[in-house]
């Protein structure tokens, strides 16, 4: 019997490949400026092609993220402003749901772990903070990018890994525990860090204020983790406390009082010192996604009675959409210097990237870790989180 999800998508794969050919032809023809349809509309019917794949499908959020950046490319307004609005301003709450759900794959457990594999994850840890940011800057400095770009490439490797990394690292069979909570710490410690390095390393291309970036880190990162690690407790534990209405029903009630006291009670800045400034605005967006998921297990799990499993393939999802709009939207506000070393920023990426998976992978070959342990450490600290 033929795959169903493979007939339904051999239609956009064909629509696909005749947008590419399209593209490919105007170009040639020296319709550069009438070929974006063309060229945004084979990549978007290449991703629905992938997700409907079985095979495929893990592509399809890479294929996204090129959609959106060749759609930002050739239609930069479309992600400056919506009716005056300046679509910058959702930056920094779409990083703080990606974090969020982040947060829900964490526990304390990976926390902990440190103790029964401390020497893996001192090496890891280490390397992630000496590899990568060293590279960066050295290729900042050979391809004499402009001073914005420069530190950015720099930025780039002074970032904690990602859970991409965790992934990774599963796919490969490498040590899985160990690549979280490499995660774990690395983010963590990403407040004191990454401010001190880009300092020391970047401060040459662009003034850095170390302690104005560690309050937006904390803002941006930390204080929206520490809600999804709540919010893992809330959703995962077992205790019949937590699979209760009424408990439920008293978080999110809770939760919104709190939101309420935090927006009419204190200011919109809780702590400054100077140009550093640690604003409100995390706290919030934390205690609005846990009330949100909690409101959604009441309705979901207690209220309809269905499989708890809503939150794996939510969560996922828009992270993924959240990414690809930061994505759009940054790369529409650099659009004019990436047209001027887009390809010489993409050699120094895959060159970074590149760097760092090799020399991870045999620093801890030579230190003698074991081979699942090497893999682990190679994808946390070859694969950023910028």
Known sequence: MPNTSQTTSKPLAWLSLLLAAVTVVMLLMGYRSEVGPFAVG???????????????????????????VAASM???QAFMTWAGWDLGKLIVPLIQIIMFGMGTTLSVADFTRVLKMPWPVFIGFALQFMIMPLVGFTLAKAFGFPDAIAAGVVLIGCCPSGVASNVMAYLARGDVALSVTITSFTTLASPFLTPFLMDKLAGQFIEVNPLKMMFEIINMIIVPIAAGLIANRILFSRRPVFQQGKTLAL???????????????TPVVVFK????VLQRTGFVVGLLLIVTVTSVKLIVSVWLKRPGNWIDKALPLVSMVAICCIIAVITARSRNDLLKVGFWLICSSMIHNALGYLMAYWLARAIRLKESACRAVAFEVGMQNG
């Open 273 to 276: 010192y100077g140009d550093a």
């Open 42 to 68: 084979a990549l978007a019917t290449l991703a629905l092609f992938c997700m409907r794949h079985p095979v495929l499908k893990s592509y399809a959020f890479t294929v996204w993220v090129f959609a959106f």
């Open 251 to 265: 978080i999110a009630g809770g939760g919104l009082v709190l939101v309420a006291g935090i927006l009419f009670l």
């Open 74 to 76: 050739f239609y930069p």
